[in-house]
């Protein structure tokens, strides 16, 4: 094979998702979330997982599946108010959520894939609650919260096409998270809907170069098997 050719399996790309790995998934309520790799995850057993997230998805998309199973042990997201199930495991004490602002969020994301130590902002700067726990220092004379960058253990994320290279392009807004998870794990797989050989991606169409990008595999869709009460 191809050194340049990394379309893969869906069971090669989680082979190595063991319990208490640290994820990243891409998606926004389910929108660009990689359906079939949270699936072939879910169906993997591993547990002990730490998700980092936009959302907590709901109980049926994106990845609220494996909260629902309680796969995951902690989660770093921006909300969980579309999962009910999610609220009920923060509240009885099954599921440690680290909440971060969107744009706060997706900048120690940034930051992570940058190889930056973190962020500076003055978001909730003036909240007690927000402030504990975390440093605070002064620029130019004006403060701001030290937010440390984020990293992971495997990326999954959604494109809309990719190519044998693993260069990715991405549909309207389900590409929210993605590019910046693609660079900020380790190891990234990119599940696609479309993958064409190499070349016949316009340069300008790709929005992730494949250099950031381990393996692809090709979709198969949202299979609506998980159910939830």
Same mark, same amino acid.
């Given at each position: 094979?191809?050194?340049?050719q990394?379309?893969?399996?869906?069971?090669?790309?989680?082979?190595d998702?063991?319990?208490?790995s640290v #994820?990243?998934?891409? /998606?926004?309520g !389910?929108?660009?979330?990689? *359906?079939? #790799?949270?699936?072939?995850?879910?169906d993997?057993?591993? =547990?002990e997982?730490t998700?980092?997230?936009?959302?907590?998805?709901?109980?049926?998309?994106?990845? /609220?599946?494996?909260?629902?199973? =309680?796969?995951?042990k902690?989660?770093?997201?921006?909300?969980?108010?579309?999962?009910?199930?999610? /609220?009920?495991? $923060?509240? %009885? !004490?099954?599921l440690e959520?680290r909440f971060?602002?969107?744009?706060?969020?997706?900048?120690?994301?940034?930051? !992570? !894939?940058?190889? #930056?130590g973190?962020? #500076?902002?003055d978001?909730?700067? %003036?909240?007690q609650?927000?402030?504990?726990?975390?440093?605070?220092?002064?620029v130019?004379? =004006?403060?701001?919260?030290v937010?440390?960058?984020l990293?992971? %253990?495997?990326?999954?994320?959604?494109?809309?096409?990719?190519d044998?290279? &693993?260069?990715?392009?991405?549909?309207?807004?389900a590409r929210?998270?993605? *590019?910046?998870?693609?660079?900020?794990?380790?190891?990234?797989?990119?599940?696609?809907?479309?993958?064409?050989?190499? &070349?016949? $991606?316009a340069?300008?169409m790709? +929005?992730? *170069?494949?250099?950031?990008?381990e393996?692809? +595999?090709?979709?198969? &869709?949202?299979?609506? =098997?998980?159910?939830?009460?």
């Amino acid at each position: 094979m191809s050194p340049f050719q990394k379309t893969i399996s869906i069971e090669s790309a989680i082979a190595d998702v063991c319990d208490g790995s640290v #994820l990243m998934f891409g /998606g926004f309520g !389910g929108v660009g979330s990689p *359906p079939s #790799l949270i699936e072939a995850i879910l169906d993997s057993g591993v =547990k002990e997982l730490t998700v980092i997230c936009n959302d907590a998805g709901f109980p049926g998309i994106g990845i /609220g599946p494996l909260i629902v199973n =309680k796969r995951v042990k902690t989660l770093i997201a921006s909300h969980i108010g579309s999962n009910p199930v999610a /609220g009920k495991q $923060m509240t %009885d !004490g099954t599921l440690e959520v680290r909440f971060s602002p969107q744009g706060t969020l997706a900048e120690r994301i940034r930051a !992570g !894939g940058s190889g #930056l130590g973190g962020i #500076l902002t003055d978001i909730g700067i %003036d909240n007690q609650m927000v402030c504990e726990k975390k440093e605070i220092v002064s620029v130019a004379g =004006k403060q701001y919260l030290v937010e440390e960058a984020l990293t992971a %253990d495997f990326a999954f994320i959604n494109a809309c096409i990719a190519d044998e290279f &693993g260069n990715l392009t991405y549909d309207k807004t389900a590409r929210n998270m993605n *590019p910046l998870m693609a660079m900020a794990a380790k190891r990234t797989f990119a599940e696609a809907e479309t993958i064409v050989p190499m &070349g016949n $991606m316009a340069e300008e169409m790709i +929005v992730t *170069p494949g250099v950031f990008v381990e393996g692809v +595999v090709r979709s198969e &869709g949202v299979r609506w =098997k998980w159910a939830w009460e």
